[in-house]
């Protein structure tokens, strides 16, 4: 399994793979359902609980994860259209600054596991995740509140996971642009903060013309022992070799609720058999 800190971005920019891959469907899409939206949790706690990033989610014996920012998120699964079916293949949560309107699939999670119930609805000690450990935090805090005066809202990606048998630098980067596809250009956030380990924040900076917070004379935060940095993109940095493709990726998403793409794919057989042997089990 593999978190974002180990997942290299720079899909779209490497060679196919070698060996004649096939083309496999994906598809990037918000959760419609508390089962759908269970799945993927279950995918977030599998992927954390066997990483070095553990330590953020407590074990349980339901092998869930859940926090107090679920609530204030909209959850979005990469599924790989196989055989007629949707297998779940990633994760990402857009945590916003405040709680969803309407009906959330996670209370009705935190309804069927009552012991979650007070962790779902507690009001988060900051808006945002990344605020609990990085160290210019006030700052943060303070854009935050400039750019809401401004009338410009900001997100943070978090809890971005792609499962084991799936993980490769193309499909992270799909997740990665159907994001900023959607939040940036289809739900016009004006600011999206993203938690990167400093060995990747340079792929990011290349890549999508992210920033580091406070510049890029800002020193590193540690987690668990690995260097992070806080990166923030916005619509007017994204680069303009870029700039259509995300647009046409936002059109699609608001024509149909989806973002569909064909990555090549070496290891479709042994995806196959991953797959089946999940079924049996």
């Known amino acids: 399994m593999r978190t974002?800190?180990?997942i290299s971005g720079q899909c779209e920019h490497l060679?196919?793979?070698?060996g004649n891959p096939a083309l496999a469907n994906f598809?990037?899409?918000?959760?419609?359902?508390?089962?759908?939206?269970?799945?993927?949790?279950k995918l977030r706690y599998r992927v954390y609980r066997n990483s070095r990033l553990a330590g953020f989610v407590p074990?349980?014996?339901?092998?869930?994860?859940?926090?107090e920012y679920d609530i204030r998120s909209r959850h979005f699964g990469l599924y790989w259209m196989h055989n007629g079916t949707e297998e779940p293949a990633g994760y990402l949560r857009v945590v916003e600054d405040r709680i969803i309107p309407g009906s959330h699939p996670i209370e009705a999670i935190a309804q069927r596991h009552p012991e979650f119930g007070e962790k779902t609805y507690a009001t988060p000690a900051y808006p945002f995740p990344l605020m609990h450990y990085y160290p210019d935090a006030k700052a943060l805090a303070a854009d935050h509140k400039m750019w809401a005066q401004m009338g410009e809202r900001m997100c943070e990606a978090s809890r971005f996971v792609v499962d084991e048998s799936f993980g490769s630098p193309r499909i992270a980067s799909f997740i990665v642009e159907s994001a900023l596809a959607t939040y940036?250009?289809?739900r016009q956030f004006g600011?999206?903060?993203?938690?990167?380990?400093?060995?990747?924040?340079?792929?990011?900076?290349?890549?999508?013309?992210?920033?580091?917070?406070?510049?890029?004379?800002?020193i590193d935060y540690l987690i668990n022992g690995l260097a992070y940095h806080c990166l923030i993109g916005t619509l007017a940095t994204i680069p303009d070799r870029l700039r259509e493709k995300l647009k046409e990726m936002a059109s699609a998403?608001?024509?149909?609720?989806?973002?569909?793409?064909?990555?090549?794919?070496?290891?479709?057989?042994?995806l196959q058999t991953s797959i089946e042997s999940r079924a049996v089990a």
């Open 4 to 6: 974002m800190e180990n």
């Open 184 to 186: 940036l250009f289809y």
């Open 59 to 67: 074990e349980n014996r339901w092998g869930i994860d859940i926090d």
């Open 253 to 270: 998403y608001q024509a149909t609720g989806r973002i569909e793409r064909l990555i090549p794919t070496s290891n479709l057989p042994a």
């Open 191 to 218: 600011h999206a903060i993203w938690c990167c380990t400093s060995t990747h924040s340079s792929v990011y900076q290349r890549f999508y013309d992210m920033q580091i917070h406070g510049g890029p004379k800002q």
């Open 15 to 18: 060679p196919a793979p070698a």
């Open 27 to 41: 598809v990037f899409r918000e959760v419609q359902d508390a089962n759908e939206l269970l799945a993927l949790l």
